[in-house]
């Protein structure tokens, strides 16, 4: 009895762990999965903004639902209104905020981009904290100046009216898959931090 106790203890840590050197939560994977099943978005992949993760530090990850792992990751910056700070972002879905708007949206719609490798994609926000981003202009897009390779212990900052934005490395890796997508990709902005899940309902 005591043995079966203890597997089945493991077998709980273990269903909480995180894959891919423990940047995304095995919880937040199956998610994701399941929403993009129900929503008949692409099953094949998703992308994942972490904003609880340090802005010097890769915290966009494009994770593969068949090989399980994250194939693309890269900085990304957020944006600078409401307060925001380079280690603090505040979260909003007002219109003319700046801010980054937390929950899911669906990418779908390439088009021409004045920043970085001038391409950007359309992204509708499917929840009440990011429903106004199509009015908003929020779309996913690179800016030259957003190094490709980690920056911590330096911050990332001043790039983004709201937009998740790239570099232009990425961009171009994330846009090689995108563009062959028939369906709409999910991309799901969220934090761990409840202070700063806190300066999203306030604002929104």
């Given at each position: 009895?005591?043995?079966?106790?203890?597997l089945?203890?493991?077998?709980?840590?273990?269903?909480?762990?995180?894959?891919?050197n423990?940047?995304?939560?095995v919880a937040?994977i199956n998610?994701?999965?399941?929403?993009?099943?129900k929503?008949?978005?692409?099953?094949?992949?998703?992308?994942m903004?972490?904003?609880?993760?340090h802005s010097?530090?890769?915290r966009?990850?494009?994770?593969?639902f068949?090989?399980?792992?994250?194939t693309?990751?890269?900085?990304?910056?957020h944006?600078?209104?409401?307060?925001?700070?380079?280690?603090?972002?505040?979260?909003s879905?007002?219109?003319?905020?700046n801010c980054t708007?937390?929950?899911k949206?669906k990418?779908?719609g390439?088009?021409y981009?004045?920043?970085?490798?001038?391409v950007?994609y359309?992204m509708h926000?499917?929840?009440?904290t990011?429903?106004?981003?199509?009015?908003?202009?929020?779309?996913?897009?690179s800016?030259t100046?957003v190094?490709?390779?980690?920056?911590?212990p330096?911050?990332?900052?001043g790039?983004s009216?709201?937009?998740p934005?790239l570099?232009?490395g990425?961009?171009?890796?994330i846009?090689e898959?995108?563009?062959?997508?028939?369906?709409?990709?999910?991309?799901w902005?969220?934090?761990y931090?409840?202070?700063?899940k806190?300066?999203a309902?306030?604002?929104?």
């Amino acid at each position: 009895m005591r043995s079966f106790t203890i597997l089945i203890t493991l077998f709980i840590i273990f269903s909480f762990k995180t894959t891919s050197n423990n940047k995304i939560s095995v919880a937040k994977i199956n998610e994701a999965f399941a929403f993009c099943k129900k929503n008949n978005m692409d099953t094949a992949l998703c992308i994942m903004v972490d904003m609880s993760i340090h802005s010097g530090k890769n915290r966009i990850f494009v994770y593969d639902f068949k090989k399980k792992q994250i194939t693309i990751e890269g900085l990304c910056a957020h944006g600078v209104g409401g307060g925001s700070t380079a280690i603090k972002p505040v979260f909003s879905n007002a219109v003319g905020s700046n801010c980054t708007s937390l929950g899911k949206y669906k990418v779908k719609g390439r088009s021409y981009s004045n920043w970085g490798i001038n391409v950007h994609y359309k992204m509708h926000g499917l929840e009440k904290t990011n429903s106004n981003a199509f009015r908003r202009i929020v779309v996913l897009h690179s800016y030259t100046p957003v190094p490709n390779q980690e920056i911590y212990p330096q911050t990332l900052f001043g790039q983004s009216a709201g937009c998740p934005v790239l570099s232009d490395g990425t961009m171009r890796k994330i846009d090689e898959l995108l563009k062959k997508k028939k369906k709409p990709v999910l991309l799901w902005i969220y934090t761990y931090s409840k202070k700063m899940k806190l300066n999203a309902t306030a604002l929104t």
